[in-house]
């Protein structure tokens, strides 16, 4: 049997939890206050997630960067190639909140959108 | 180009001589290794106008002292420089050691220090009420002063520009010799130049300048003397409203407690001896000292409002006298060298020595048109606001709060920028206007700043730093230079 | 002399809600004043996500939570002036501003809602000894050069503060590219919040020295290396722990102080503790007509509490503008102690509550297994259990107008922490 220790992130509680763990199975969670921990917990030691928030370059705009947001959670080990593609993209003026900046990042089903508008300048 | 005079050195001394220079028809320049003038011992003092009963009674020092303090109001007036006489004193807290505030006295009145006097306990408390409960007298000198140090020394160097003095920043003096016709070459990381005579005002540097030219037998060694501050919110700026000295040992005039001329609180320095001419870092031990020294003579001292602290050499020579004139086998090289405090004090009486020296022995003649005034970057707090919309609707720049501390506009960085020898470094900017002196530091108009260097002075952000040199403040673009659209 | 109902200090969440509850409590003349050259505050710069899960139930990024009152406020058509910066504010009432456009002038103003906002401690009040070369940055400056100018201060970075800040740009700056070796915090506990440690630092490998400090700063021009070293119990390095890191930049994350530069000028009376104003049940400062929100009124851990807050006063205020706040001196004192370090509210009129009043408070160390209690005088009226408190967050206690109404004669609520 597997024990992880985990810092909850649902809210600003932080509980302490621990996860124990067989063959990948859940076999028990502890130590949250809530349903929001027990989630978080099974899907941190099974398939961890994360937003990923950054900027793009943005060319003819009122300011030199727009910043986005994968609009949903990603696989917490695909971070690095998704600001890879982050990092490739070049935005035209005007973008608004929401607008598309990389399709469907890394094959994973998520957009990364803009978060914030830049007007043409 | 030849030149008939090269100063070494654009700090409160080099400064001060070619003001004094650019009133005679001559051809002079200023080699400076830094980017900017005020980049040595001169940005790092205790801003005091000192009243001169300290110095030793016949010396140089003691002369200059308190002939540069007399020169001050009409200096500070014609170059618009703030100064103010808040006048000083040195506080006794041990009654064993009364006799030496009469000692003090009497060493003033021989130095023609005006207006002394000896305060009882009581009397001192009466003018100064946060002095330590342990005050038993103190030394008054009502010619002691507050001045601000940057721009002492800009608006001297500024006005010796507009007269027809060159600066050459970023050059770095290497090497010095003299050729058969009795010309000097000062070879520099920037070219060589020549000169028929050199002024040495190098700081803390005057020592290694002057061993470049001097016999074997005749080398100085200037000990950097570093001197630890800490500089506190105009909040308690008025915590005392004189200069409150301790008496002084043999290192120095101690930690003293005084206002700026700018409504701050100065508590500093110690004095240290140090190796690296260039170690101007602070350390805790030297903090922590001059806090506990400080406490010893001001009560209830606000330290939970410092906001900043820094630190600064001064060029001390082991027989602590200035060291002004011709060096012996040099002819034509004249050494103004080992300027310690009272310095930046002394720095007008200096200018005249030197200048006067000079025309002496150069046969210098009177300009006919020299211009004696200068207007220091306008703050348009002093304006009434009539006025102030006035200035704002000719230059809306005025209208443009950029350092929201010290309540700067763009208006008066612009100027800064774009007067003679005008900032290129945020540093440089800070000094002529106090953007980013106030109590964040910078943190909200370094960016800010940065947008109108890059703007006006055509620098890329990854150009502009903090004071010359690999001061840069950012390194590089985001996401890889892509889009390089700046 | 120009005259508005509600003039607004500060166009960030605070003011941005303040003056949507304003509008919505049926005031006309508002106007918001903001210095920078967009509505929205500090949250522009803050593009990482984690705001308004208690406001909008959804997670939200700093431009994206901003520009939900943004909007607001453009569709209740309130008018704001950017690029204008408050000069003065006096006792009476009367705002002076200045910009480009408009040259320097005054406002006579019905009630006035301070929302400057904070400022970052800088190194200079750290007293961190060393050199003084470039490469030194508040976490919030730095955020705003990469976030919004889109330079990199530099690729090898130590943190000095846990605060959120500090974590949140220790994972900016790993994103960016740049190898973050550290960040040392003076206390024994992070000033950030649990999520941000996770995140932004176990994510990336990222190691957290708690009770450690910088005790030397090399480089003569640009930085070079910083020396770290534990700290005993009283916040003293300790010789022998040094370990000196070659870096480029270092980030400082030290705490926020509210910047009421403007408040103290008019006669605000100020808290040493928060280092806002005091103010009463109704956010109301001792000036009366002058009502403070957000964190210029005290540091808030989210900006879902700031909206909440800022709401109040803008209600709070248009109340004031149309002679609905009864007038009255305060009748109970609020006291924090044993453990609360502070209260906002620090005072109560009974008559001017409303059915219910959030008292917010934070502690001065962790605590688990503790409990929040409130005495009314001397007889404990509430005695919450709480898992775990902590210095970076705030906590809570909500007063009942029914409750307060039956003690007539109440004089003080004390706020404390009980180990039982």
């Given at each position: 049997?597997?024990?992880?220790?985990?810092?909850?992130?649902g809210?600003?509680?932080?509980?302490?939890?621990?996860?124990?763990?067989?063959?990948?199975?859940?076999?028990?969670?502890?130590?949250n206050?809530?349903?929001?921990?027990?989630?978080?917990?099974?899907?941190?030691?099974?398939?961890?997630?994360?937003?990923?928030?950054?900027?793009?370059?943005?060319?003819?705009?009122?300011?030199?960067?727009?910043?986005?947001?994968?609009?949903?959670?990603?696989?917490?080990?695909?971070?690095?190639?998704?600001?890879?593609?982050?990092?490739?993209?070049?935005?035209?003026?005007?973008?608004?909140?929401?607008?598309?900046?990389?399709?469907?990042?890394?094959e994973?089903?998520?957009?990364?959108?803009?978060?914030?508008?830049?007007?043409?300048? | 180009?030849?030149?008939?005079?090269?100063?070494?050195?654009?700090?409160?001394?080099?400064?001060?001589?070619?003001?004094?220079?650019?009133?005679?028809?001559?051809?002079?320049c200023v080699?400076?290794?830094?980017e900017?003038?005020?980049?040595?011992?001169?940005?790092?003092?205790?801003?005091?106008?000192?009243?001169?009963?300290?110095?030793?009674?016949?010396?140089?020092?003691a002369?200059?002292?308190?002939?540069?303090?007399e020169?001050?109001?009409?200096?500070?007036?014609?170059?618009?420089?703030?100064?103010?006489?808040?006048?000083?004193?040195?506080?006794?807290?041990?009654?064993?050691?009364?006799?030496?505030?009469?000692?003090?006295?009497d060493?003033?009145?021989?130095?023609?220090?005006?207006?002394?006097?000896?305060?009882?306990?009581?009397?001192?408390?009466?003018?100064?009420?946060?002095?330590?409960?342990?005050?038993?007298?103190?030394?008054?000198?009502?010619?002691?002063?507050?001045?601000?140090?940057?721009?002492?020394?800009?608006?001297?160097?500024?006005?010796?520009?507009?007269?027809?003095?060159?600066?050459?920043?970023?050059?770095?003096?290497?090497?010095?010799v003299?050729?058969?016709?009795?010309?000097?070459?000062?070879?520099t990381?920037?070219?060589?130049?020549?000169?028929?005579?050199?002024?040495?005002?190098?700081?803390?540097?005057?020592?290694?300048?002057?061993?470049?030219?001097?016999?074997?037998?005749?080398?100085?060694?200037?000990?950097?003397?570093?001197?630890?501050?800490?500089?506190?919110?105009?909040?308690?700026?008025?915590?005392?409203?004189?200069?409150?000295?301790?008496?002084?040992?043999?290192?120095?005039?101690?930690?003293?407690?005084?206002?700026?001329v700018?409504?701050?609180?100065?508590?500093g320095?110690?004095?240290?001896?140090?190796?690296?001419?260039?170690?101007?870092?602070?350390?805790?031990?030297?903090?922590?000292?001059?806090?506990?020294?400080?406490n010893?003579?001001?009560?209830?001292?606000?330290?939970?409002?410092?906001?900043?602290?820094?630190?600064?050499l001064?060029?001390?020579?082991a027989r602590?006298?200035?060291?002004?004139?011709?060096?012996?086998?040099?002819?034509?090289?004249?050494d103004?060298?080992?300027?310690?405090?009272?310095?930046?004090t002394?720095?007008?009486?200096?200018?005249?020595?030197?200048?006067?020296?000079?025309?002496?022995m150069?046969?210098?003649?009177?300009?006919?048109?020299?211009?004696?005034?200068?207007k220091?970057?306008?703050?348009?707090?002093?304006?009434?606001?009539?006025e102030?919309?006035?200035?704002?609707?000719?230059?809306?720049?005025?209208?443009n709060?950029?350092?929201?501390?010290?309540?700067?506009?763009?208006?008066?960085?612009?100027?800064?920028?774009?007067?003679?020898?005008?900032?290129?470094s945020?540093?440089?900017?800070?000094?002529?206007?106090?953007?980013?002196?106030?109590?964040?530091?910078?943190?909200?108009?370094?960016?800010?700043?940065?947008?109108?260097?890059?703007?006006?002075?055509?620098?890329?952000?990854?150009?502009?730093?903090?004071?010359?040199?690999?001061?840069?403040?950012?390194?590089?673009?985001?996401?890889?230079?892509?889009?390089?659209?700046? | 002399?120009?005259?508005?109902?509600?003039?607004?200090?500060?166009?960030?969440?605070?003011?941005?809600?303040?003056?949507?509850?304003?509008?919505?409590?049926?005031?006309?003349?508002?106007?918001?004043?903001?210095r920078?050259?967009?509505?929205g505050?500090i949250?522009?710069?803050?593009?990482?996500?984690?705001?308004?899960?208690?406001?909008?139930?959804?997670?939200?990024?700093?431009?994206?939570?901003?520009?939900?009152?943004?909007?607001?406020?453009?569709?209740?058509?309130?008018?704001?002036?950017?690029?204008?910066?408050?000069?003065?504010?006096?006792?009476?009432?009367?705002?002076?501003?200045?910009?480009?456009?408009?040259?320097m002038?005054?406002?006579?103003a019905?009630?006035?809602?301070?929302?400057?906002?904070?400022r970052?401690?800088?190194?200079?009040?750290?007293?961190?000894?060393?050199?003084?070369?470039?490469?030194?940055?508040?976490?919030?400056?730095?955020q705003?050069?990469?976030?919004i100018?889109?330079?990199?201060?530099?690729?090898?970075?130590?943190?000095?503060?846990?605060?959120?800040?500090?974590?949140?740009m220790?994972?900016?700056?790993?994103?960016?590219?740049?190898?973050?070796?550290?960040?040392?915090?003076?206390?024994?506990?992070?000033?950030?919040?649990?999520?941000?440690?996770v995140?932004?630092?176990?994510?990336?490998?990222?190691?957290?020295?708690?009770?450690?400090t910088?005790?030397?700063?090399?480089g003569?021009?640009?930085?070079?290396?910083?020396?770290?070293?534990?700290?005993?119990?009283?916040?003293?390095?300790?010789?022998?722990?040094?370990?000196r890191?070659?870096?480029?930049?270092?980030?400082?994350s030290?705490?926020?102080?509210?910047?009421?530069?403007?408040?103290?000028?008019?006669?605000?009376?100020?808290?040493?503790?928060?280092?806002?104003?005091?103010?009463?049940?109704?956010?109301?400062?001792?000036?009366?007509g002058?009502f403070?929100?957000?964190?210029?009124?005290?540091?808030?851990?989210?900006?879902?509490?700031?909206?909440?807050?800022?709401?109040?006063?803008?209600?709070?205020?248009?109340?004031?503008?149309k002679?609905?706040?009864?007038?009255?001196?305060?009748?109970?004192?609020?006291?924090?102690?044993?453990?609360?370090?502070?209260?906002?509210?620090?005072?109560?009129?009974?008559?001017?509550?409303?059915?219910?009043?959030?008292?917010?408070?934070?502690?001065?160390?962790?605590?688990?297994?503790?409990?929040?209690?409130?005495?009314?005088?001397?007889e404990?009226?509430?005695?919450?259990?709480?898992r775990?408190?902590?210095?970076?967050?705030?906590?809570?206690?909500?007063?009942?107008?029914?409750?307060?109404?039956?003690?007539?004669?109440?004089?003080?609520?004390?706020?404390?922490?009980?180990?039982?």
């Amino acid at each position: 049997m597997e024990k992880r220790e985990l810092t909850c992130i649902g809210c600003p509680m932080g509980c302490a939890i621990t996860v124990e763990l067989e063959n990948g199975e859940v076999l028990s969670v502890t130590g949250n206050t809530c349903k929001i921990g027990e989630n978080y917990a099974k899907n941190e030691v099974t398939h961890p997630e994360r937003t990923v928030t950054s900027t793009a370059v943005i060319l003819g705009g009122d300011k030199p960067r727009v910043s986005v947001k994968t609009k949903s959670n990603i696989p917490k080990d695909k971070i690095a190639d998704v600001m890879k593609e982050i990092d490739a993209a070049v935005m035209k003026a005007p973008i608004h909140i929401g607008d598309v900046v990389v399709k469907n990042v890394c094959e994973t089903g998520v957009d990364v959108v803009a978060t914030r508008n830049v007007e043409a300048l | 180009m030849l030149y008939d005079v090269i100063i070494i050195g654009a700090g409160v001394s080099g400064s001060a001589i070619a003001r004094e220079l650019s009133k005679y028809e001559a051809n002079v320049c200023v080699l400076e290794k830094c980017e900017d003038v005020c980049e040595g011992t001169s940005k790092a003092n205790s801003a005091i106008v000192h009243a001169g009963f300290d110095a030793a009674a016949g010396s140089l020092m003691a002369k200059l002292n308190v002939r540069g303090n007399e020169m001050m109001d009409d200096l500070c007036r014609d170059l618009d420089i703030p100064f103010k006489r808040n006048g000083s004193m040195v506080v006794c807290i041990h009654k064993e050691a009364l006799p030496g505030l009469q000692d003090l006295y009497d060493r003033g009145v021989k130095n023609g220090v005006k207006g002394l006097k000896i305060l009882t306990r009581q009397e001192a408390l009466e003018m100064e009420p946060n002095l330590s409960d342990n005050v038993e007298g103190a030394l008054y000198a009502p010619t002691g002063g507050i001045i601000c140090p940057f721009k002492l020394c800009i608006a001297m160097a500024e006005n010796a520009n507009v007269n027809g003095v060159d600066f050459r920043f970023n050059t770095k003096v290497e090497n010095i010799v003299k050729d058969e016709d009795g010309l000097w070459h000062i070879r520099t990381n920037n070219g060589e130049y020549v000169s028929r005579y050199v002024v040495n005002a190098a700081g803390v540097y005057s020592g290694v300048i002057h061993n470049m030219v001097s016999k074997p037998d005749d080398k100085i060694e200037i000990i950097p003397r570093r001197g630890d501050y800490c500089l506190l919110d105009k909040e308690v700026g008025n915590h005392v409203s004189h200069t409150i000295f301790p008496q002084p040992t043999n290192l120095g005039k101690g930690v003293l407690v005084s206002p700026t001329v700018h409504g701050n609180l100065i508590v500093g320095p110690t004095a240290i001896d140090i190796d690296d001419k260039e170690g101007t870092n602070t350390t805790a031990d030297g903090i922590n000292d001059l806090i506990a020294k400080a406490n010893d003579h001001v009560k209830n001292l606000p330290m939970r409002k410092v906001i900043t602290s820094f630190a600064g050499l001064r060029a001390h020579e082991a027989r602590h006298e200035f060291i002004i004139g011709e060096v012996d086998g040099a002819p034509h090289f004249i050494d103004c060298a080992a300027i310690e405090s009272p310095g930046l004090t002394s720095s007008p009486a200096i200018g005249e020595m030197v200048g006067n020296m000079l025309k002496d022995m150069m046969g210098l003649t009177s300009k006919a048109n020299w211009i004696s005034t200068r207007k220091d970057v306008m703050n348009p707090e002093n304006l009434s606001v009539e006025e102030r919309n006035e200035l704002i609707k000719k230059n809306p720049a005025y209208g443009n709060i950029i350092c929201r501390c010290e309540s700067i506009s763009e208006g008066e960085i612009l100027d800064a920028i774009h007067r003679p020898l005008g900032a290129r470094s945020l540093d440089g900017v800070k000094r002529r206007t106090r953007a980013g002196m106030g109590r964040c530091q910078a943190g909200f108009c370094s960016p800010k700043t940065m947008e109108i260097l890059h703007r006006e002075l055509g620098l890329k952000y990854e150009e502009i730093t903090k004071s010359g040199g690999r001061s840069n403040i950012v390194m590089e673009r985001t996401k890889n230079q892509k889009g390089g659209e700046q | 002399m120009l005259n508005y109902d509600i003039v607004i200090v500060g166009g960030g969440p605070a003011g941005l809600a303040a003056a949507v509850a304003a509008r919505n409590a049926g005031v006309d003349k508002i106007l918001i004043l903001e210095r920078d050259k967009e509505l929205g505050g500090i949250l522009n710069q803050c593009i990482h996500n984690g705001f308004g899960l208690h406001t909008f139930k959804e997670e939200l990024t700093g431009p994206e939570y901003a520009y939900r009152f943004i909007e607001k406020v453009l569709n209740a058509k309130i008018e704001y002036k950017l690029n204008t910066m408050v000069m003065d504010i006096s006792n009476d009432r009367v705002v002076t501003a200045m910009s480009r456009e408009d040259g320097m002038y005054q406002i006579k103003a019905g009630a006035v809602i301070l929302a400057m906002g904070c400022r970052e401690r800088p190194r200079g009040a750290l007293n961190i000894p060393g050199y003084r070369p470039a490469g030194i940055f508040s976490a919030g400056t730095a955020q705003r050069l990469v976030n919004i100018e889109g330079y990199m201060p530099g690729r090898e970075v130590v943190i000095l503060g846990s605060g959120d800040i500090g974590l949140i740009m220790a994972r900016r700056m790993t994103l960016e590219g740049a190898k973050v070796k550290v960040v040392a915090e003076l206390m024994p506990y992070s000033g950030g919040l649990k999520r941000n440690i996770v995140q932004c630092l176990d994510d990336f490998g990222i190691p957290l020295k708690l009770s450690h400090t910088v005790v030397d700063i090399e480089g003569k021009e640009h930085l070079t290396a910083v020396t770290i070293a534990a700290v005993d119990n009283k916040g003293k390095p300790i010789p022998g722990t040094e370990e000196r890191y070659t870096c480029d930049t270092l980030l400082l994350s030290c705490g926020l102080i509210p910047e009421n530069e403007l408040s103290r000028n008019a006669g605000v009376e100020m808290s040493p503790i928060t280092s806002g104003p005091v103010v009463n049940e109704s956010l109301e400062t001792n000036i009366p007509g002058v009502f403070a929100c957000g964190n210029v009124l005290h540091v808030h851990d989210l900006v879902d509490y700031v909206s909440e807050e800022a709401d109040r006063a803008g209600q709070n205020a248009a109340k004031f503008v149309k002679g609905e706040l009864s007038e009255g001196a305060a009748d109970i004192e609020i006291v924090a102690t044993e453990g609360a370090r502070y209260t906002v509210p620090s005072t109560i009129n009974v008559d001017r509550m409303d059915d219910k009043l959030t008292v917010r408070f934070r502690v001065g160390a962790v605590y688990k297994d503790s409990f929040v209690s409130v005495y009314f005088d001397d007889e404990r009226v509430m005695h919450n259990k709480k898992r775990i408190m902590a210095p970076g967050e705030m906590e809570q206690v909500i007063l009942l107008k029914d409750k307060l109404a039956e003690k007539p004669g109440l004089k003080k609520i004390t706020v404390k922490i009980e180990n039982e």
